[in-house]
């Protein structure tokens, strides 16, 4: 256990709808960080989040957001879903801001989204 | 760019053989490296990480890497594999503002 937690575990739902993921980094972590995995694209950063604030962008797509609230969990919000968003997606925390930190991030256990 | 490419896609071994699994990165800053695993249903777990110092790092459950720096590589090892060490491995650069940078993945099938 890693002691970063994600809900839900399993998300289907359909075309153009939204959902909400979200993510609780471990207790003293500040830095939180989006990841999705799919089979064609491999695993890649969507985003970082450091203390409340955006800190990296990666690949998001504009129908996504991400925030961090004031008590360090994150959500990802997914909207007009398509069939392609269908992906594992995993939330990692780290202790502190990450440049030139020697970090470890540690991963939750993902939330699975199927559009169907 | 910054990239990661990991060599094998998908490699298969009987209990006991050796296991080397290549990682090449193209990252100009300072670099940290990683090895995670995933095991079947699991989500990734880090195996070892290498920051500075010594260039050969051992993880847990008996793998080591080596960092090679003329080589932009990161070779993850291990003597003896297991049935329980069937899973898929990512190796992954840290870069910029600390996101990680993975590669494609390999997966381990071990046969009994």
């Known amino acids: 256990d890693s002691g970063v937690t994600q809900t839900p575990k399993h998300l289907i739902t359909a075309t153009g709808q939204r959902v909400t993921l979200r993510c609780s980094p471990r207790?003293?972590?500040?830095?939180v960080y989006w990841y999705q995995q799919s089979l064609d694209q491999g695993l890649q950063f969507l985003i970082q989040?450091?203390?409340?604030?955006?800190?990296a962008k990666g690949n998001i797509l504009e129908r996504f957001s991400a925030q961090q609230f004031p008590d360090l969990h994150s959500e990802l919000n997914l909207s007009s879903l398509e069939l392609g968003d269908s992906a594992l997606y995993f939330c990692?925390?780290?202790?502190?801001?990450?440049?030139?930190?020697?970090?470890?991030?540690?991963f939750g256990p993902g939330t699975r989204l199927l559009v169907l | 760019a910054q990239s990661v490419s990991q060599h094998n896609h998908h490699v298969i071994l009987s209990e006991a053989a050796s296991l080397e699994l290549g990682c090449n990165y193209s990252?100009?800053?300072?670099?940290?490296l990683f090895w995670y695993v995933q095991y079947p249903g699991q989500h990734l777990q880090l195996l070892l990480k290498?920051?500075?110092?010594?260039?050969l790092v051992k993880g847990i459950k008996g793998f080591e890497a080596e960092f090679i720096k003329s080589k932009f590589s990161f070779n993850l090892r291990k003597p003896s594999v297991q049935w329980s060490d069937t899973a898929e491995y990512f190796c992954?650069?840290?870069?910029?503002?600390?996101?990680?940078?993975f590669g494609q993945g390999t997966t381990l099938q071990v046969k009994p």
């Open positions: 989040y450091y203390n409340g604030e955006e800190r």
């Open positions: 207790s003293g972590d500040l830095s």
């Open positions: 990252y100009g800053g300072t670099v940290n």
């Open positions: 990692a925390s780290s202790a502190g801001r990450g440049r030139n930190f020697q970090e470890t991030q540690y």
């Open positions: 992954a650069v840290k870069v910029d503002t600390g996101k990680l940078i």
């Open positions: 290498y920051f500075s110092g010594d260039p």
